[in-house]
């Protein structure tokens, strides 16, 4: 091993690394949480969270993904080069190790977990789920998508070019939170709504599932009728549709889609109230798991989900009908996350470690005590 | 004010006024299911005075013997000055006349609210925060006059009613019920009248003026009646549920059982018995309902009994007094005055209190039958606990009235601070995804007890702090330091298992492990703090006052994760939320601020002398 | 020796974790539909009460034990208990189970009950004539009411062959 590489690691194993990088990671914690009151949790998780670079004005500064990815770099290397064994720091090798695997865990799922929702009125079914905030731009050719593009990708003024198009796309403009406003000026070649209104542009609101995302694009190639300029905006039940070459293709601006390895059903609801008083006491679903010739009734309830294939299935809300009261549809959280484990482990593993370690100091310390007094 | 007016007709029926000679031991544990569970009639009272007149005292009455007046006596109560309205702009709104006491009688509220029902009635479709506090509180008035209402009208069933109908003259044992199968050939006969000689009762025969009169009052009585379903004194006796019912909901239901018939049967017996103040006739008659209802399950005859006296005696006040005494002592102790008498009289003292504490906590247990830190009132008394127990043992271990100050100081703070929240604290039941045992008990007890912990090596931070100020020899305060650290370290275990419990309840609740929710940033925020220390003054980062100072400052990142987080009002956890105390949170911090600032400062500047 | 011991720390957990993640991902046992049976509230034990035929003879309701009982609360003045009589009285003679229909009045006056039932009973002759209905008259309301506490006609109390009350249906009976 080099000398340098050495040093980078016996530096990355030195405890004033995390001196210094806590209560950095302190002070973001607070800033997002408080900023979650003005800018929602969506946006603040964005910003503060999940990022690696927060950018206040033209300075960059690690966001708490940077500052944990350095924290867990740092307690692999501590442990693998800088822990001794004793008996004395058995429980504290092992109270790290579950730190370790809960920051592991942590990186699991950030980069694997898969969120989402469905919802499912009495005896409908489903076997796909939806994305809470990810917008995406598909375009598809006869009912098979062709393409699919994420948000981060589209950009004012860009050129969405592959070559499964046969003809040219480019975006005009992209708004994440858009109104729609009566068009001015004369523009040419406008098709469907764009020609009577336009998407503006408005301030984001707390609860991101509010926001209403929305594109103007241009189409060119596509033959004198398709060709134009295009909105395709969320709220729109009707999105833009055109035929090129006797083939029909769709572009819809919504939220991602997952695909379920299975199909669900929703066969009961019940919401149980405490006697005399609005206040719910418990929430009960029964649904149906259909998985080719498997078909089984399972019971969901608040704080017992189904799990199954990798999936884990939750009731997140069930709504009412505003007249009658009665349940009307239930909405399901959607999980997917292979890093689900890792917290359990992690917990019991630091557990044991933190018990260990005070098993073992507690003896001296009341000795200390007794000789002290 | 057809209410009021029904309401009016029992003043032909109402008994004189007279002082309080009645026994209410076995009418205040009598079971109402109020609120989604079953509490004595004692609570209920207590809940419904507060709400009504904020405190649990009227016109000089317990509670328990007011809500019987307004039951059994309904036409004297509306009379009475009950209604709190300390908002002027409420008043004006009104047009009540001002107050010296700002108490309204419900007859005076219905009168303004009826005549004011054009400037009401927007009000009611308007958001809260869409209204004015005076508009809020004319909003609340509105509401509690309703309820009110449903009191006074619950027990009208068996209350005797004046009605002289032609051939059945009035009898002052006869209640509506002795008339209800009455009103087909009643309302028959007022077609038959009104047909033949219109609606001016100057035209009816006397007979038919009585007639008139009785269907008035008995269709006046039902219309009255039809939604009244407050006071829930009647078990359920056919249905799948177990929702109990108000003797109207029974009535109209048709829910009555030879069961019903028999309560019904006492209910008439207790309020005969208070009109005619026969006060042997009231105890046997409430003694009788009692039993009879105590076998219904679900009713747990000790915990109405535990329950009546838990409100009864306040214990909490008592330890919060017995813990500020405690501490007197202990600083009388701490400065070398009458050492020994001083400090058993501090142990007597803290101990008492400590014992009520727990008796307090032990009855709420036993009462809710959940573990005591599912509500922000409820945590803040269990952490003083854990706080108030350790700093015991600590005295017992230590025996250097460290461990005496720790428990006086956190026990006094925290039980004064849960003042704010007492008032709201009706024992609630617990929304479904709370409505686990399991988790209450592993969690939220666990991050509870870190808290305890928390504060204890804070407080001891404090201690040294103000012990190197004042010069103390460093063993001393070495020796005290050691402890918090020990302290610290426990708190540590105790908050991050917690942390992490939270962090695996919330994946089975919402499908998440972590979602960087406000209260769980806020849990977290101890951790890191806690290992921040730790770990600088393990690798000599942080010196014994650095330390001292960061510990004492954990006091401020538990409260602000504690209780600075509901004020955010956002996130899952949304069931802490309160606007309460940010003022107390605020100078709390502050205050905190500053005492370690200036400690440091001083001892720094003494260190450095020193070197 | 300390290498080794670090070593097997490690391994030992990366086992575990293996372990628990197979087991986790190749479970797809689902949980097994645990329909709660529903609450039912405790039976309550019949009063020891009896009843006036329209004849003017007495029957105990205990007497009727051994049967389901229909303990039907009614009036001819009750315009839903007109409509639904017939229907109570088809039920009876459809049903071989054994089961008693103990119509109680209301009324004040008999003739009124009288008249209503006449040509019922000639349409139903034969479970009139077994015994498997019966009409009585309380026309104080001391067992309707003050027993049994029955103010919403009809009503209708099913008590169980082993002579307890099972349930209540208030409004027109449906079984």
């Known amino acids: 091993m080099t000398s340098n590489l050495k040093q980078l690691i016996h530096w990355l194993a030195r405890p004033i690394l995390l001196h210094w990088l806590l209560p950095y990671l302190m002070v973001m914690v607070v800033v997002g949480t408080v900023a979650q009151k003005y800018i929602g949790l969506y946006d603040s998780q964005r910003l503060f969270f999940s990022s690696f670079i927060l950018w206040e004005g033209y300075i960059p500064l690690p966001g708490i993904r940077a500052i944990s990815a350095l924290i867990l770099l740092s307690l692999v290397v501590k442990l693998i080069v800088a822990s001794p064994w004793h008996k004395a720091n058995s429980g504290i090798f092992i109270a790290h190790l579950g730190v370790l695997l809960l920051l592991l865990g942590g990186l699991v799922t950030a980069a694997l977990s898969v969120e989402g929702y469905a919802t499912l009125g009495k005896n409908d079914h489903t076997d796909s789920f939806t994305d809470y905030h990810k917008r995406v731009l598909t375009i598809s050719k006869n009912n098979h998508d062709l393409l699919i593009i994420p948000w981060v990708d589209i950009q004012k003024n860009k050129a969405i070019t592959s070559p499964l198009l046969p003809f040219s796309f480019k975006i005009n403009d992209a708004c994440r939170n858009c109104t729609m406003a009566l068009r001015e000026g004369n523009t040419p070649n406008l098709k469907g709504p764009a020609q009577k209104v336009q998407l503006v542009p408005i301030k984001h609101y707390l609860e991101d599932e509010s926001n209403l995302a929305g594109i103007e694009f241009t189409l060119s190639n596509a033959g004198q009728d398709a060709d134009g300029i295009y909105l395709a905006f969320e709220p729109m039940e009707k999105q833009p549709a055109f035929l090129y070459h006797g083939d029909s293709y769709h572009i819809t601006l919504g939220r991602e889609q997952y695909h379920l390895p299975f199909t669900l059903q929703l066969l009961e609801s019940e919401k149980e109230v405490h006697p005399g008083t609005d206040v719910p006491r418990s929430y009960r679903s029964v649904v149906m798991v259909i998985d080719g010739k498997l078909q089984q009734r399972v019971v969901i309830t608040m704080n017992h989900p189904l799990r199954y294939k990798g999936y884990t299935i939750y009731q997140s809300s069930f709504n009412a009908n505003a007249d009658t009261q009665q ?5 399901y959280a959607i ?12 917990s019991i593993t630091l557990s044991i470690g933190l018990l260990i370690h005070l098993c073992l100091r507690l003896p001296n310390l009341i000795k200390r005590n007794n000789d002290a007094s | 004010m057809r209410v009021s007016l029904a309401i009016i007709l029992w003043l032909l029926m109402s008994c004189n006024a007279y002082a309080d000679s009645l026994n209410y031991d076995a009418f205040s544990k009598i079971p109402i299911q109020h ?3 079953i509490k004595p009639l004692a609570t209920f009272a207590l809940v419904e005075s507060q709400r009504f007149h904020g405190s649990a005292e009227v016109d000089h009455t317990t509670a328990t013997a007011w809500l019987a007046s307004v039951m059994f006596d309904p036409g004297n109560a509306m009379e009475k000055p009950l209604f709190l309205v300390k908002d002027t702009d409420a008043q004006s709104m009104l047009n009540l006349p001002a107050k010296p006491d700002n108490l309204y009688s419900f007859a005076e509220v219905t009168q303004a609210i009826f005549g004011n029902k054009t400037l009401i009635e927007p009000l009611l479709e308007k958001r809260p925060d869409e209204l004015s506090p005076g508009q809020k509180a004319v909003v609340q008035l509105y509401n509690d006059s309703g309820a009110f209402a449903q009191i006074a009208l619950s027990c009208t069933l068996f209350l005797p009613l004046s009605i002289d109908l032609p051939g059945k003259p009035p009898s002052p044992l006869s209640t509506f019920t002795d008339y209800y199968h009455d009103l087909p050939a009643l309302q028959e006969s007022m077609k038959s009248i009104i047909t033949h000689k219109g609606t001016n009762p100057d035209n009816y025969s006397t007979d038919e003026l009585r007639l008139s009169k009785a269907l008035e009052t008995l269709t006046m009585t039902m219309e009255s009646s039809q939604n009244n379903n407050l006071l829930r004194v009647i078990p359920p006796q056919w249905s799948q549920d177990d929702n109990w ?8 239901g048709g829910q009555g059982s030879p069961k019903t018939a028999k309560l019904t049967s006492l209910w008439k017996q207790l309020a005969a018995a208070y009109r005619l103040h026969d006060n042997s006739q009231w105890m046997q008659a409430s003694s009788q309902l009692l039993h009879e209802t105590s076998t219904t399950p679900g009713v747990r005859p000790a915990a109405l009994s535990l329950e009546v006296m838990y409100y009864h005696w306040s214990l909490l006040d008592k330890s919060m007094l017995l813990y500020v005494t405690g501490f007197i002592l202990i600083l009388f102790c701490m400065s070398g005055l009458a050492v020994r008498p001083v400090r058993i009289a501090a142990l007597l003292s803290v101990g008492t209190g400590a014992l009520l504490h727990i008796i307090t906590i032990l009855s709420r247990i036993f009462i809710l039958e959940r573990p005591p830190v599912s509500t922000l009132y409820e945590s803040l008394l269990f952490v003083s606990l854990i706080a108030v127990s350790f700093g015991l043992l600590l005295e017992w271990r230590l025996r250097n009235n460290l461990g005496l100050l720790v428990a006086t100081v956190a026990g006094s703070v925290l039980l004064f601070a849960s003042q704010s929240f007492s008032g709201e604290d009706t024992m609630n039941m617990l929304i479904a995804v709370l409505n686990t045992n399991f988790w209450l008990a592993t969690h939220v007890l666990c991050i509870t007890t870190g808290y305890g912990f928390g504060m204890v090596a ?8 103000i012990m190197r100020c004042l010069n103390r020899p460093a063993d001393k305060t070495r020796q005290v330091l050691r402890g918090g650290y020990g302290t610290a370290l426990i708190a540590l275990l105790f908050t991050s298992l917690g942390t992490i419990l939270g962090g695996i309840w919330a994946d089975q609740s919402w499908g998440r492990f972590w979602g960087w929710d406000p209260k769980e940033n806020g849990a977290l925020l101890i951790c890191l703090w806690l290992i921040w220390i730790l770990h600088s003054r393990i690798t000599g980062h942080f010196k014994e006052r650095g330390f001292a100072a960061g510990l004492s400052l954990l006091n401020v990142v538990i409260s602000l994760s504690w209780l600075g987080v509901n004020l955010l009002s956002t996130g899952l956890h949304s069931y802490g939320f309160t606007d309460k105390a940010a003022w107390g949170l605020g100078a709390f911090c502050g205050a905190e601020f500053l005492f370690v600032a200036i400690t440091y400062i001083v001892i720094w500047r003494r260190d450095d002398a020193k070197t | 020796m ?23 991902l190749s479970s797809t046992s689902l949980t097994m539909s645990s329909d709660e049976s529903a609450k039912s509230p ?19 309701l205990r007497s009727l034990a051994g049967h389901k009982i229909l303990l039907h609360f009614w009036a001819s003045w009750c315009k839903p208990c007109r409509e639904e009589f017939s229907n109570l009285l088809l039920q009876i003679a459809n049903n071989d189970d054994g089961t008693i229909l103990l119509a109680v009045s209301g009324d004040e006056k008999i003739e009124d009950i009288r008249k209503f039932i006449a040509p019922l009973m000639r349409g139903f002759k034969p479970i009139f004539v077994s015994g498997r209905v019966i009409i009585a008259q309380d026309p104080y309301h001391q067992l309707i009411e003050g027993v049994f506490q029955t103010y919403q006609y009809p009503e209708t109390i099913v ?6 009350m099972s349930k209540k249906v208030v409004g027109t009976y449906q079984p």
């Open chain 1, 327 to 331: 349940t009307q549809n239930v909405s």
């Open chain 3, 2 to 24: 300390l290498k080794h011991k670090k070593l097997i720390i490690v391994a030992t957990l990366a086992v575990l974790i293996l372990a628990l993640v197979i087991y986790d």
């Open chain 3, 42 to 60: 405790e039976l309550q034990p019949v009063p020891d009460v009896s009843f006036t035929k329209i004849d003017g003879s007495t029957i105990a």
């Open chain 2, 458 to 465: 804070g407080i001891i931070a404090h201690v040294y702090l």
């Open chain 3, 159 to 164: 008590i169980t062959p082993d002579f307890k």
């Open chain 2, 35 to 37: 609120e989604g569970r």
């Open chain 1, 335 to 346: 999980v997917e996350n292979s890093g689900r484990l890792f917290p359990y482990i992690a």
């Open chain 2, 245 to 252: 019912l108000s003797p109207w909901a029974m009535f109209y």
